[in-house]
């Protein structure tokens, strides 16, 4: 009994990592296509990464020619994005207006920046 249980838990663990998997995945890919239908071509790379002790958190840095954004969620990267478009493009990108007169070349990013929420509820206020 003790071999068979052991089997499901292996099996179960393996769904599981595959469930993980798939779902970072998916996030990646849907922030992806947000920074896409923002800021068409393929100036951007983003990369998911892990919460920052259960707060949400985004880096931005130049790598090579290209931006990298990056989030622990879709959310996070479209901080980052919105982020880099205001303070290094002087852009701005809404809902009710947009100005995106980008600059180009993109301008680097020197010193990698890394934003962590206050908490939970409040997101990258400072």
């Not at 499901?8 to 890919?29: D, F, K, N, P, T």
């Not at 068409?40 to 990369?47: D, H, M």
């Not at 990267?77 to 007169?101: H, I, P, T």
Request: charged share 20%; net charge positive; with cysteine.
């Amino acid at each position: 009994m003790k071999g068979i249980t052991g089997l499901i838990g292996w099996v179960l663990a393996a769904v599981l990592a595959a469930r993980v998997a798939q779902a970072q995945g998916s996030a990646e890919q849907a922030a992806r296509d947000l920074v896409r239908r923002i800021v068409p071509g393929n100036a951007f790379r983003v990369e998911i990464i892990p919460a920052d002790q259960g707060r949400d958190v985004f880096e931005i840095e130049s790598s090579g020619d290209k931006i990298l954004l990056r989030g622990n969620n879709g959310v996070a990267v479209g901080v980052a994005l919105n982020w880099y478009l205001k303070y290094y493009c002087q852009c701005q990108y809404s809902l009710k207006a947009q100005q995106m007169r980008l600059p180009h070349p993109l301008p680097r990013v020197q010193l990698k920046i890394r934003r962590v929420s206050q908490d939970r509820w409040r997101y990258f206020l400072n």
